[in-house]
């Protein structure tokens, strides 16, 4: 049995946690990273306490300079974690009550339980926000190559088929949109995880009388109204990890589309499609192949997916079997956590760097959507204007396709009289079908496209991330 015995075993104990257990039992060796929450909660549960009279105004000062002191101990890495003390809250509570004898009230009317959903809460909400600065990073590196690139039109897919010409900005930008889905998906769980959970104490509150409302106002958990957010049920407020959960689902869509993402850049990167071009410093090379350049951000950041996802069900299923409320399960939320923030955070800056250090090949994408089958259906069109069923008309176009191939000649290479032998509704205009120009000049709808479309949609992406 170790010697040491932390605070929450203190009277009731006769010892310290067998060794073996301390190392089982700990989360310092993550959870320290919640130490400037850590420490903001106390200061501001020290003006609570202050306030209802169970600290002197000198008690709260002590308090207060004794945990920014420590706070700047941990910023310069001096601060000594001990394992014994278990997690961070009792670390800096324990430092803080040897260097201020009132440190051994900061516990009042607060647990461990509502400490940690506390810290948790404030900790996500700043990262909510320093992650939609990321996305919007990436939005803004995707329109610009979409900017750079406003005249490059490629083929666009469907089951990786070459498919119908699309501007290469309007791909780019069917990820902003994906990626403006994120933020509005984060932002929303943000609105609950801004709740204040401190005066719930380990499960039914307190009998002192605390000003929540001070505290939940000191902390800045308001909404847009400036309503005060108070959790409303002591037993939900320690076992709720809700929130949490909500914050990997969104997180784990966003590395999925992130993965998208690099899946069409690990495509246009490679030799068959050729077209884009990552700069070398944001590439990597093989330890064989001297010939070799690799877009390793973007199959990383594909793969990393899995991990984020992983998260997602290692939390659903934590929460699955627990009864009411606080559990020791629960301390097995965090790493999770952490390592999603982490990932997305990182992935999404990495992609936002590599597309802003990448090329387009404008020839090679120039000569892949001048193929003029791609304009199969424009053809179709054609014979819908000039009155035919398109059913019908996509008859006659496939009869047209297997002509052209059957002669061996490209789509807009037939004659005029071979496009009659398989339909006279075909007339001299038909073959203009095949200016591409023209052709993407006309796909006008909202949403489509089209020359006009596209430009439209990248100035207003311009304007809203600007
Ligand atoms: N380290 C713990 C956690 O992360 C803090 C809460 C501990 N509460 C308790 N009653 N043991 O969940």
Not at 256 to 278: C, G, M, P, Q, T
Not at 334 to 340: A, G, N, S, V, Y
Not at 349 to 370: D, H, S
Request: with cysteine; glycine share 6%.
């Amino acid at each position: 049995m170790s010697k040491k015995s932390p605070v929450s075993r203190s009277g009731r104990f006769t010892d310290g946690p067998a060794a073996d257990v301390a190392q089982f039992t700990e989360s310092i060796s993550f959870d320290w990273r919640l130490w400037r929450h850590d420490i903001l909660g106390s200061m501001v549960h020290a003006a609570m306490l202050k306030k209802i009279g169970v600290l002197t105004r000198a008690e709260q000062i002590a308090i207060t300079r004794g945990l920014n002191k420590i706070g700047l101990e941990i910023r310069a890495g001096k601060f000594q974690w001990k394992p014994e003390l278990e997690d961070v809250h009792m670390n800096i509570e324990a430092e803080l009550t040897k260097r201020v004898p009132a440190g051994a009230k900061l516990h009042t009317a607060r647990s461990r339980n509502d400490q940690v959903a506390l810290d948790v809460r404030l900790w996500l909400r700043d990262e909510i926000v320093l992650l939609l600065g990321d996305i919007a990073g990436l939005q803004r590196a995707l329109v610009s190559l979409g900017e750079k690139n406003s005249d490059v039109i490629i083929p666009g897919y469907t089951h990786l088929q070459r498919a119908q010409p699309v501007y290469l900005a309007h791909h780019l930008l069917a990820y902003v949109e994906m990626l403006e889905r994120d933020c509005e998906r984060l932002w929303d769980c943000h609105s609950r995880v801004n709740v204040c959970p401190l005066g719930s104490g380990a499960i039914a509150g307190s009998t002192l009388p605390l000003d929540r409302k001070l505290v939940a106002k000191l902390l800045g958990f308001v909404n847009a109204s400036g309503e005060v957010q108070l959790t409303q049920n002591s037993m939900d407020a320690v076992s709720d990890r809700d929130f949490m959960i909500e914050f990997c689902s969104a997180a784990a869509l966003l590395a999925v589309h992130i993965s998208r993402l690099a899946e069409d850049v690990i495509l246009w990167v490679s030799a068959e499609f050729n077209y884009i071009k990552i700069a070398d410093a944001y590439t990597t090379g093989s330890s064989l192949m001297p010939q070799k350049k690799n877009p390793d951000i973007a199959e990383l950041s594909r793969g990393k997916t899995g991990r984020v996802v992983g998260n997602l069900m290692a939390l659903l299923t934590l929460l699955k079997g627990l009864p009411m409320t606080y559990n020791r399960d629960l301390q097995e939320d965090k790493e999770q956590l952490f390592d999603t923030t982490d990932t997305v955070r990182t992935t999404t800056r990495l992609m936002a760097a590599m597309l802003k250090n990448t090329k387009v090949n404008k020839p090679v994408c120039g000569c892949a959507a001048a193929d003029p089958a791609m304009l199969a259906t424009d053809l179709a069109d054609y014979l819908v204007k000039k009155g035919m069923a398109f059913r019908q008309a996509h008859h006659v176009v496939g009869a047209v396709v297997a002509l052209a191939e059957k002669t061996g000649k490209p789509l807009n290479q037939l004659t005029l009289a071979e496009l009659q032998t398989v339909d006279k509704t075909f007339s001299r205009d038909a073959l203009g079908v095949f200016n591409l120009k023209t052709a993407m000049a006309k796909r006008n709808l909202t949403g489509a496209p089209g020359t006009k479309e596209v430009a439209k949609q990248l100035a207003r992406w311009r304007e809203q991330l600007s």
